[in-house]
């Protein structure tokens, strides 16, 4: 279990690393670029509430691993993957967007998933709250993504 949460705090850290890039590229859209770094730091929190949660006993914590939830390592390839496209800085804000809503997305299943396996209540209210957290990330880019769409359709 903490092998798996340890894998979950690398993608958390992965994903402030793709917002910090992503910021990056986006100083000239003053808002979309605070967006970019509030979403790094909420992913920076997300990592540490996460490692706090391997501090926890395993017996008294957790009641073991979904089998029906996303596999780590395979979210940590395609997090590794977005980031180094994002270091190259040649996406455009709707790639960018639709990449963050869709790891947003991924992120979220993740911390559902392992809300559910969790005994001890403190540890259970953290990942519900990063399960908020995510939603309100993917609420923020969508409607930025929707006004970017408009703006483009009048440009």
Known sequence: ?????????E?????????????????????LHRLWLHMANDEVEHALQLDFATRMPIDAAFSGLADSGPDPDDIY????????AAQQGQQDKLEMLTEAVRLENQLRCVHATQALLFKETSLLKTFECLVDSEEQHVAGLELYLERFKEESQTA
């Open 77 to 84: 390839a395609d997090v590794n993957r977005v980031y180094q």
């Open 1 to 9: 279990m903490k092998k798996h949460i340890r894998k979950c705090i």
């Open 11 to 31: 993608i958390e850290k992965l994903a402030a690393k793709i917002y910090q890039e992503f910021a990056k590229t986006s100083q000239d859209d003053k808002l």
